[in-house]
């Protein structure tokens, strides 16, 4: 069984100064490019997507505004369902940006529709051009860039090959794990956010997540006894857990609103029989794990003691 994706660079020339506000890179690029991708992506009489006659046929609606039509095989019980695409710019929080200097951000698109892929080239490049962040500082788009999953990257191929992540048991796996939570973390249990991130909780929160977008914009559903396997995932034991909750706040343009996008960052160490498990952790750092991922939450890497990463 396996997990396929896009796991993209986007590198850019600033032209002007630009500032990223501390924890909110991922915001500011989410919320801009939103517009963008609405303008080039719908006709004049859909840019009320809501209302749009072809909503189904819409890329826009599709990526920003998903609606399942269907239900979702698995327990996640999820009211909306996921965008296909998360941010991952953290590494630009607090960063001025200075006229010349090239600066990135890391984009991981779940829809295998190689069209979505060009409306993401298109409307980042127009973003660039007409301004970032609130003082709407503009900046070249240089290259795009395909990401192997060791890390590194190269210039994207025409057509770009998707990432394939297999979620079959590790072999030999380890006993005992580190799980670093990079980014703001919220990981939500029976309606209620959660203080401290428990196998169970965590294993169940991206296995549920994996399977969804797998389910929609993939090949379908983890084909999986989702039951059986979480009763397994509640023999694996938390050994140890130093996480502390970070505050950050967005303010919704649309409605004027503040809210958090605040969570906690650490680790966790777990023990015991992780081979199953493995994989879908892997899988969480480039999908995400709880809520508002699509901003660059709930980024996590997993290490096994002093060894480095396990895959």
């Known amino acids: 069984m396996r997990f396929q994706f896009f796991p993209l660079r986007f590198e850019f020339a600033a032209q002007d100064p630009l500032y990223f506000s501390p924890g909110k890179a991922g915001n500011t690029l989410r919320g801009a490019l939103g517009t963008i991708f609405k303008r080039i992506a719908c006709v004049p009489e859909c840019l009320d997507t809501r209302a749009c006659p072809t909503r189904e046929s819409c890329i826009y609606a599709r990526v920003f505004e998903p609606v399942a039509t269907t239900a979702v095989p698995g327990p996640s019980g999820l009211a909306d369902p996921p965008r296909p695409f998360v941010f991952r710019a953290r590494h630009l929080d607090g960063r001025t940006v200075q006229p010349g200097q090239l600066f990135h951000f890391d984009l991981h698109v779940f829809s295998l529709e190689p069209a979505v892929l060009a409306y993401f080239v298109r409307a980042f490049a127009a973003l660039a051009h007409e301004g970032l962040g609130s003082g709407r500082s503009k900046a070249e788009l240089q290259r795009v860039l395909r990401i192997r999953l060791n890390g590194s990257a190269q210039p994207a191929a025409d057509p770009v090959e998707p990432a394939t992540l297999d979620l079959a048991p590790v072999v030999g796996a380890p006993r ?3 799980v670093e939570f990079l980014s703001p973390t ?21 296995r549920d997540r994996i399977s969804t977008l797998r389910a929609l914009y993939g090949p379908g559903p983890l084909a999986i006894d989702f039951r059986s396997m979480g009763e397994r995932a509640a023999a694996v034991r938390m050994t140890n857990c130093e996480v502390r909750r970070q505050e950050f706040e967005r303010r919704s343009t649309r409605t004027g609103q503040t809210h958090s996008i605040g969570g906690f960052v650490g ?5 015991g029989e992780l081979a199953e498990f ?17 901003w660059g939450k709930g980024e ?3 290490t096994c003691g002093a060894d480095g990463l396990v895959r």
């Open 278 to 294: 493995l994989p879908y952790l892997e899988a969480a750092r480039w999908v995400g794990v709880g809520r508002q991922v699509v």
């Open 267 to 271: 680790f966790a160490e777990y023990e």
């Open 186 to 206: 919220e990981l939500k249990h029976n309606a209620r956010i959660v203080s401290r991130p428990g196998f169970p909780i965590l294993f169940g929160r991206i």
């Open 176 to 178: 005992k794990i580190r």
């Open 300 to 302: 996590i890497s997993v």
